[in-house]
Every structure is written in C-alpha cells, then in structure tokens.
C-alpha cells in the first residue's frame, strides 16, 4: 500500500542484502468470498469502482476470495480500520496473508503471490514498497514525496489516517464547493467519492475519486476564502472568563459592563460581538433569556428555544440577524451574541461555525461591579440598547380574563402587540370608523378591575378624567388627566362621539374616560391629524360607551354596566384607573 506522507526528501540505497533481509511477507484485507467464480468478478467490479488494490484469488475448495493488497502487516491493519470505519468493507473483513491463496484470477494476468514489501523506511514510518520478483537487484532510491507529488496509493494512505472528525469537514467543504449533497457523515461511500471526482474535473485534476493531500489543502483554501479579511483571531478575555475566534479586523472591545462584554464595528461591516458571563443558576439563566429578547439588537423574528441549561436566540430583521448562544455550567453562565448584515448569509454562516467552534471556557466570571460608574441611561442596559416598540397607546381591561380595549391607532401593521410589554396579545376586533380595537392576551391574565360602563347619560359639564400612560410606559403606571364634559355628541353630531375639555397626551389614547364615580364613559380617541384644521388644544373625543358595548357583542364579549354611585376621591379615581388601564405596546 502507499507509504505515510512527510515532507522530508531523502534517500536510502540498499544492497540486494541488505533490502531482502528488511522484507517480509504481504499481509492482505480479505473483504468477501464466494463460491461461484462469476459472482466474484461481479463483486470485483464493483469493488474496483471505488477502492485501488482490489484482487481476486482462488482459495480451493471451489471458493474464490477478494482481498486488498498488497501491504505491511500495519499498513493492512489501518487500511481494514479506515475502510471499515467508513462503511467500504463489510464489518466481517480481516487480515489474511499471501498463504491463504492458491493463484490469482483478477486483475487478468496479474501475479501478486510472490511480493514482498519493505516494513519500515528509515524514519519509521510504514511503507509498502513492492518488490516483486526484484530481489536480485538493488533497492537504488526510495523518496518521501510531497503531498502535491502523491500517487493514488498514496493519497488513499494519507486519506485513511483521516479522523472521523476529519472527513465529516471533507464532506463539508465538498457540501459547500456545490459537489456534495448527502449526509455529513464521515463516511465515504460512492456519493463522496463521485463529489471528489467532480472537484477534481471542476479543478482540472486527474479523477480519481481521492483527494491528495495538496488537494484537501486547496479544497479548504477554496473554503476558507470567504473568511478573508475578517482578521479572525483567537481572543481571550479574562474579565469574562471566554476564548474565541472573533473578527479583529471587522470589530474591537468596546464597553464592558456586566454582565456584557461588547465589540463594536470598527469597519464597512455593521457587525458586533458581544461576550456573556455572570455567576448564576437556572433562575439567573431564564431572567437572561428574557432581558436579551428586550435589547435592540435581537430583533423579534426568528427562532428562539430555552432549554434547562442552555438557551438560544436568533432574530432577523431587514437589516440584520442575531444568533445568540448562551449555557450555565457549575455556576457559570456564559455565551456569545453574533450581529452581522443581512445579505451575507454565507459569510455569516460560516463565521458563526468558527466561533461555535472555538468557544473556550476558562477559569472566572465577570465581576457584578464591572460598569457600575459607567453613565447611566435609561434606553441602555449594561451598554447595550432597549428595544423601543413602534408606538405605545393606553387601553383598558373589560372583563376577568383579561380582554382589552384601545384605540385601532395603536395596533394599526405591528408585527407584534404586547401588554404591559410583557404579555403578549392579539387582535380580535376593530372598528376602524370608530377607531375602537379589541384585544385578547395569548395568556389568561387576571386584572385586578375592569370597566363598568356607564349605563345612561353624563351630565354635560361635570367632571371627567382620562386614565393613561401619557409617558410611553416611562412612569410605570398610568396618569390621570382631569377635565369636564363639553357635549355628548361630535362637533357634526356623531352620537357614537362625547366631546372633551382636556388636554391629553398622544399616549393617553385608548385609555378610559372615567365619571365622578369611576364609571367608563367611553375611550379617549387620538388627537385628529392630517387635515389643515387644527382645533383648540383641549377639545379632545371619546368613543362613546355605549358604542363599545355594541362592538364587544358582535364579538360575544359581554361587559358590566352599571348606575353611577356616589363621587370617588381623586386619589381614589386614580387608584381605581391604575388597576383596569394597560399599557398597549406595536412593536
């Protein structure tokens, strides 16, 4: 069989002595054997297709035998594992030796049963250097080729010291190049070889089905190639305990502030890294899965999946996608987030794998304290930005399980809806004439009060107060607005409107207009725009209540109705607002 590469050239010379005493009798892999010689030769030819070195003899007894060969005792030993392993053999395979045969049928005309082979050449590597019938000659040179210089024989000797690992990339760079589209498996069967052959016709090689070694080299330049640039480096950072490849050339630390630690575009390639460590346990890791869904650089399509241990976000947007990985191991939660443009999948992709690959643990977390005099901002944690949603409106809860009512402003091409930016809801309902929407929570949730419209008119002029988050959320809960009734009906008439004296906030829109006794009049619609007339500020509309009620029975959602009782404190009106108003989140 071929000798094992080195790069080393050197010759050794022999005398007819001194080459016969290091010779030794061939040893062989019998894979298969029949007792029906045209079966054979069926098996041979099938055999010969893929692998070198394929013979057939005659074993007597009417049996007739295919064996590879002919090698060294440990060249036939690692040619049965590696073809073996890779599923080209049957399992069953051995070593046999040349005094198993009786006469060779195939190759036609071949004699192989008199070769001997070389067992070691002078730096101890196995060799398989026939000398048939040449004993009486000298041994003149012997030469460690190069891998570019490689025979097939060769190639196959270099290609079984392959780990499984090692044919798994060869099948991947294959995959990639556009010649392979089987399984990574690490097996090479006749797909692999015939994606072999084809790479090496596309590369103006000769086919043998075997990459040389110069070739798997060239092969994974050709791979390697769309990395270039990106200065990928090994950088281990000890503030957060994490070695890894990351792009040098494309990004560099920037802030570090627990438990982040970011790398920010420092070139053309919007790209950004960002390390993860903090002590923690399963609790810890969970709270972390749902702070990074809040930050701006997970956008919030994709695929995500939280596991015991581990979790994994991936977010894709027009512009950009995020793959984050992140795992608690003996107290220790660390990870890495990849940002990087979209349109360069490819580059991406393959990016990712090399830093998956190379993520390393070593020893210590980042300490809780790093960041802490760092300037604080509320649109910023640990450095790194907050989502903001698209819009944020006010609503309120109509009924136990949590059903809301708000503005169709509010909910008008979000990919999502959230209330309280934490439960997420859908749209079940809008009037868009009224500008009336209603919404369901994808999770049952129990308010702590609901409306209770008004049954009945308001008197015009009395008080009234509009309950919303006037602030986008910034306060935590909700306001309260205080004015008067102004009519019960639009400034044209409109007997679905009541008409307001307040001043509002584009946030308070979709919030609850309130009597003296806590009773909803209606919900406060946003302030009309897009004409060229502008009304007072104070002049603000509500959906009238009793409107609302029609559209949530069209819906079958029943709501309470009720006589007002009495006149609320302010203070009381505004407790009593804060449990059924909601902050309605289009994100």
């Not at 000659?137 to 060769?154: G, K």
């Not at 090496?200 to 075997?210: L, P």
């Not at 950072?237 to 920037?254: F, R, S």
Request: proline share 4%; glycine share 10%.
């Amino acid at each position: 069989m071929q000798r094992f590469l080195t790069t080393l050239l050197f010759i050794l010379t022999f005398s007819v002595q001194s080459a016969f005493a290091q010779q030794e009798d061939a040893a062989w892999v019998q894979i298969e054997a029949h007792s029906s010689l045209a079966a054979t030769n069926q098996e041979i030819i099938k055999y010969a297709n893929v692998l070198e070195d394929v013979n057939g003899f005659a074993l007597g007894g009417g049996w007739y035998g295919i064996a590879l060969g002919p090698y060294t005792r440990a060249d036939a030993e690692t040619v049965l594992r590696g073809y073996r392993s890779q599923g080209l053999i049957p399992r069953d395979s051995y070593i046999a030796f040349t005094s198993s045969f009786r006469s060779q049928f195939w190759p036609i005309g071949a004699n192989l049963l008199d070769v001997r082979v070389n067992p070691v050449d002078s730096v101890g590597e196995q060799t398989s250097e026939i000398t048939q019938n040449s004993v009486n000659e000298p041994v003149a040179e012997i030469t460690q080729v190069t891998p570019a210089d490689e025979t097939p024989r060769e190639a196959r000797a270099s290609e079984a010291r392959l780990t499984r690992d090692e044919k798994r990339d060869l099948q991947t760079w294959l995959q990639w190049a556009g010649f392979y589209n089987a399984a990574i498996d690490g097996s090479f069967g006749r797909g692999t070889r015939a994606s072999m052959s084809a790479w090496q016709a596309a590369n103006n090689y000769e086919t043998t089905g075997v990459l040389t070694t110069a070739q798997r080299i060239e092969l994974k330049a050709q791979y390697d190639a769309v990395l270039e640039g990106l200065g990928l480096q090994t950088v281990t950072n000890t503030t957060v305990g994490i070695e890894m490849l990351i792009p040098t050339d494309v990004v560099a630390l920037g802030t570090t502030e627990y438990p982040f630690a970011t790398y920010n575009p420092t070139a053309d390639v919007d790209a950004q890294v960002i390390l993860i460590s903090q002590a923690g346990d399963q609790t810890t890791l969970f709270g972390l899965y749902d702070i990074m869904q809040t930050l701006e650089m997970v956008p919030l399509d994709g695929p995500r999946e939280r596991r015991n241990r581990s979790f994994t976000l991936v977010g894709e947007d027009a512009t950009r996608i995020s793959h984050t990985e992140v795992s608690l191991q003996d107290g220790e939660i660390k990870g890495f987030t990849l940002v990087w443009p979209a349109g360069d999948e490819e580059r991406r992709r393959r990016l990712l794998s090399e830093m998956r690959s190379s993520f390393t643990r070593i020893d210590g977390v980042m300490d809780p304290s790093i960041g802490e005099d760092a300037a604080q901002d509320l649109a910023l944690l640990s450095g790194l930005e907050i989502r903001k949603p698209q819009r944020t409106r006010s609503g309120f809860f109509i009924n136990a399980s949590g059903a809301v009512v708000t503005t169709a402003d509010a909910v008008g091409n979000c990919r999502s809806i959230t209330l309280e930016e934490q439960y997420e809801a859908e749209l079940i309902g809008v009037n868009e004439q009224l500008g009336v929407a209603l919404l369901k929570p994808q999770t049952a949730l129990a308010p702590i009060a609901v409306a209770s419209f008004r049954s009945g008119e308001a008197r015009l002029n009395s008080e009234v107060a509009v309950a919303g988050y006037s602030f986008g959320g910034l306060l935590g809960a909700p306001t309260v607005t205080f004015g008067t009734l102004a009519d019960v009906r639009g400034l044209q008439g409109e007997e679905e409107l009541t008409r307001l004296a307040l001043a509002p906030l584009p946030g308070d829109a979709g919030g609850p207009v309130f009597d003296t006794g806590g009773s909803v009049l209606g919900m406060l619609l946003p302030q009309a725009g897009g004409t060229d007339r502008q009304l007072p500020a104070d002049v603000s509309f509500a959906a009238d209540g009793a409107a609302i009620l029609e559209l949530l029975g069209a819906e079958g959602i029943s709501a309470s109705s009720a006589e007002t009782n009495g006149v609320m404190a302010p203070e009381d009106l505004t407790a009593h607002a804060g449990d059924m108003t909601v902050l309605v989140s289009c994100w």
